[in-house]
């Protein structure tokens, strides 16, 4: 069996006014487990009290009943917190801090040597794209740029269990696909990632298991791919069919009881558009778009609704890409 | 104000610094026992009064459970006083130190040294609006306040708000999150805000100098000087010769000075302690500095005339001073040489004598003063004369001066960062304030007086503060008994029963108030401002261990106070 890394048993929490009176009750007996190694990812609406686990797998807020264990130790227990790294949901910096003095001071604050320091320091500024803003004070820095420094800071420690509250919020696509790629190869590192989000296809892209919350309840808890797979569909990638093709499919899966429910062409998802046309750009940086070309793309639009049923060879590749 | 002149042993240091750690700690455990044993047994006792009462199910192992509540009081706070001491030993001084330079960035980038701007502007109308004058004083006296007045408010808003900020900006989270201890949260911000107002402060005092030294008129450079004093202790003898332990009032409301009458018994004995007859240089120098009161015109060309007898307390011998006239509006100073002839009343002839042999037995030495002039009085205080012995360089004692003013801010400071790990800043900084005012205000001043200078089994005159609101609603004078002229039921045993009541409650009350004078502190401590401007050197005994005694006293209870205040808080709490 897997080592938990995090361990919640009947985590309950109610939020009090002033007087000691409820107020609201964020969670209700949660229990669940983390595996060493995984991603796992926490879903919800908000308020479904995902940011309030997480906070109080990182002791910033006390459970009203319930049991926490992190990395074999309580949430209240400080030592653990050398092996974590967390990237709250806004970054909460010292904004009078510029990026090389944020990370030492934070560097400062494990057991790491100076020399040791320095190099991470480089590595993780590197890493996040920042070199061109290392001086320059966070209160300077656009969202995106605070985001990247807060995952940064997060990973100052080398840590082995990476808590990420909304990672993708304020990061344009390209800033996205980076945060997803990190997320994983924190994963083929070993590490461990807990992420909660709202933004299901981050979390799709990049979880092997996957817990929703609602209303401070667990209501769903398992595999991604398990839990999206629906065991009533069977779906077929081909190259482009003809029509006559299509109809004697339809005659053998009608021999088999079964009905075609939808034949189409898959489409790329707006996120793979958007990168490759950042690549381009920067690989042709004069080409513009243009007017013309705006009418051209129409009208290769329209010359392909026409010839619909006929195959063509200049089919664009990404055409071909399944559907994700 | 009234200098304290006594020296203030380090015993005494000790023993204060002990009373004011042991009364909040004290204070503190007890009112956190109270408060968690409150929260574990009323809400069981009140499942049991509801089940009994609306036939709701009986608390389940209820007589278990209220053992358990009883002893969670006792058992959890010493839990956590050992586990806070822990926190504090583990302290790394890595992130001390990291939190600490984080703080002076913070403070630096946050321009709080804009507080240097104010310091010049003013500086520079001082200069222009003082020029010209010769008094040192006031030269003294304004940089004192110029640095010290907008420095106080600088830590007081630095202190203050600092961590609430951090807590409201959600910055604090990220350390926290890191294996950071929350001892070192609010070291680390102490150290930081310490530094930064010692760089502050150091750099204005620099500054300061140069100016009092500048501005000083050639000719009134001899007036920066710091004396460097030796006191005795006063008594009296009154006119007949018999010991009185006040001078006679000659009607002045401020009684801080007694008077001796002249031509009579009637004497002021200063008794000297602990000499180092090293430190006199080869001569004895008396200055002295006495209020004369007239009751008849006498002669007016002349002012009253005065001497000193020097006493050996070993062997009595006495040795008298000639007379002199006193300065009626300054200072006298008498210097006796070591190699002294004198007059001997005893032996009626002229004796020469190594006044440090004769007149100085083991250290000790009385100086006995008399007013020569019949029907004249002469008043003095305790630091109304004194021993000089070679001055101090100005220089130093104005560095020591700033000594004081600095643990003054320093101690602020650790009000300021205490209060701000419980509250937010504006509610931080009104208590920091009254906490550093409330001494010093007249009325509490008056009450504190009263209480510190009650005698054991002595009564306050008019009683607490519920006696005094009824004598002031019945007219009633204080220095009456109450149960002599009151009769509220018209039974004398129901009516004793009552003043009794009213007198115990009123003694809770008073101590009450008693322990609140050890835990206050008294900032009269740090003004060292009005002794370096007087020309009088800071010294380490009278001024300075006491204000260090001070500033320590606060440390360990401002720290226990912090840390549990941001331990125990939910810095995510909605």
Redesign the interface.
Known sequence: MAESVIQIRNLSKI?RDFWGRK??RALNSLSLDVEKGEVFGLLGPNGSGKTTTL?LL?????PTEGKITVLGKPASN?????R?G?L?E?S???K??NAE?TLN??G???KMSRVERKKRIDELIELVGIQHARKR?LKEYSKGMTRRIGLA?ALI?NPDLVMLDEPTSGLDPIGTREMKDLIIQLKEQGKTVVMCSHLLADVQDVCDRIAILYGGELKVMGEVDQLLTEQDETQLHTSRLSEAAISEIREVLARHNAELSGVEQPRANLEDLFLRTVHESKSRPGRRFTSDEAAQSSATTAVETKTDDKPSDDTPDDKNSPAS | MIPNIQPYDLMTGIKHWATVVGTLTGVFFVLAVILVTISRVVPLLWNALLALFTGRPFPEKFGERLVEGLLAGPVNVTKGVWNGLLDFALMSP??V??LT??TI??SL??KAFSVLVIFAVLMMFAGWFFAGGDDVKVYISFVFRVISWPMLILVLLLSCWGLPRDIK?????????????KSEIVVGRLLGYSAVTTAAVALMAVVGYIWIVRQTPEDARSQLIARVPIYGTLTYLDREGNFAEKGVNVGDEWDYRGFIEGGTRSRAIWEFKNIDTRRLNDQLVIESNFEAKRMHKGDIGKTLLMQYTLINPKSGDRIDVPQTHISEFGENITTVPRQFTFYDRDTKQNRTVDLFDAAIADGNMKIEVRCLNVGQFLGMAEADLFLRTPNAPFWFAYVKGFAGTLLMLLLVILFGVTASCFTKGPVATIATCVFVLVRQLRPFQEIFERILNQKPGEEILGGGPIEATIRVYTHLNPQVPMHDHLSPTGSESVDFLIFKVVKQIDGVIIEGLRLAVNVLPDFTQFYTETRLANGFDVSWDTTLLPAVTLTLAYIIPCLLIAYYSLKNR?????
Do not use: C, M
């Open positions: 939020y107020k609201v906070k990182l002791g910033l807020l006390f400080v030592e653990k917190n050398e974590i967390y709250p806004e909460y910096l010292y009078f801090l003095e001071f934070y400062q604050l494990f004070q800071q420690n | 890595r992130r130190w990291a330079v984080l960035r913070e980038r946050r900006d959600r910055s604090l989270h990220t350390v926290v999150t890191k294996p950071t201890r939910e810095l995510e709490a909605k």
